[in-house]
């Protein structure tokens, strides 16, 4: 599996969650609610760029040469991913579940 597969997920997701805080409903969620919603698109945006930074180093730097390097970098940076996208589907519940 390449990294371009988890990268697009992510835009697809921060797609949808850009979209919820775009509608009209989005003023009638209490405001700690609406906090978590701004919260989880920095988080979303974070985990996007912890996937595509690998991409830019392999192209760049490596000049598209799969090296040892290349590989740790990209298995850190998606672990690091992880992350805020825990944290980011964590705000996500909350707010589903109306708390």
Do not use: K, W, Y
């Not at 003023?27 to 690998?54: E, F, N, Q, W």
């Not at 740790?72 to 805020?84: N, R």
């Amino acid at each position: 599996m390449t990294i371009a597969s988890p990268s697009s997920a992510c835009r697809f997701l921060f797609g949808f969650q850009f979209n919820g805080v775009s509608q009209e409903l989005f003023c009638d969620l209490p405001v700690l609610s609406r906090g978590l919603a701004c919260s989880r698109l920095t988080l979303l945006m974070l985990t996007i760029g912890c996937l595509i930074a690998p991409a830019m180093q392999h192209r760049l730097v490596e000049g598209s040469q799969g090296t040892e390097r290349v590989l740790v970098l990209t298995t850190v940076f998606a672990g690091l991913a992880l992350v805020p996208l825990s944290v980011a589907l964590a705000f996500d519940l909350f707010v589903a579940v109306g708390g």
